[in-house]
């Protein structure tokens, strides 16, 4: 079951903050984001694991909200080099078999 | 340098030729992973491989198949069978830890292939 990524797309003024969200029907035992810039390859953020941690470095942090069976990613401060789109990948047994989401798309101008 | 190579870069093929893709990786990785992206998708997982001569398919395997014969190497070929093959495809591989963790996957600079 694919999760459900909102917004699809964002467009932001550097400085500005922004909230993506991840959100699945089913339970989860993690939640994987990237980001991939155009034409390039994903690019490791961060990994969350069941039990509602959150992590961060720098000014990109994430949560999990086991109940809600959501994760949300949130980048304070927004510089440029953020530009991208943004996948979650989710795993339901702990077996490291992704299902990613469709995306998504953050632009920040100057 | 550690990492992942795939290659070629870009492929062009005729319909209903046999093609293969190589993903090389000198991580130690044991598993592996291809995944095709189509233009304003999320990545959609073809095939994985968690051991030597041991393979899964994934959510799109039809029209794919997979070897994984040595520890370095997951090439995958896009047969003729597959209906719409033209697409990004990506390589990837992972550390097997700890049962209870969970481990990033890093990824190759991916293969785009045209067929017409």
């Known amino acids: 079951q694919q999760p459900v990524q909102s917004p699809q797309a964002v467009i932001l003024r550097e400085g500005e903050d922004a909230v993506i969200n991840c959100s699945s029907s089913?339970?989860?035992?993690?939640v994987h984001w990237y980001r991939q810039k155009h034409g390039e390859a994903p690019v490791f953020l961060m990994i969350?694991?069941?039990?509602?941690e959150q992590k961060g470095h720098d000014k990109i942090s994430a949560s999990f909200n086991e109940k809600k069976q959501q994760s949300s990613l949130y980048l304070t401060a927004s510089q440029l080099s953020y530009s991208g789109t943004y996948f979650c990948?989710?795993?339901?047994?702990?077996?490291?078999?992704?299902?990613f989401g469709t995306g998504t798309r953050l632009t920040i101008i100057p | 340098d550690g990492g992942i190579t795939q290659s070629p870069k870009y492929l062009f093929r005729k319909e209903g030729q046999n093609v293969t893709l190589s993903c090389e990786q000198n991580l130690n990785h044991d598993a592996m992973y291809w995944y095709r992206q189509d233009p304003g998708q999320g990545l959609r997982l073809i095939y994985y491989s968690q051991i030597v001569n041991d393979f899964q398919k994934g959510d799109i395997a039809e029209g794919y198949s997979v070897s994984r014969e040595k520890k370095e190497s997951f090439p995958l070929t896009v047969t003729s069978a597959q209906k719409n093959p033209t697409a990004f495809y990506l390589c990837?591989?992972?550390?097997?830890?700890?049962?209870?963790?969970?481990?990033?996957?890093?990824f190759g600079p991916g293969t785009r292939l045209t067929v017409t």
């Open positions: 990837a591989s992972r550390h097997s830890g700890l049962a209870g963790s969970a481990y990033e996957q890093y």
């Open positions: 990948g989710t795993d339901l047994f702990g077996n490291e078999k992704l299902t």
């Open positions: 969350l694991l069941k039990g509602g």
């Open positions: 089913k339970a989860l035992y993690s």
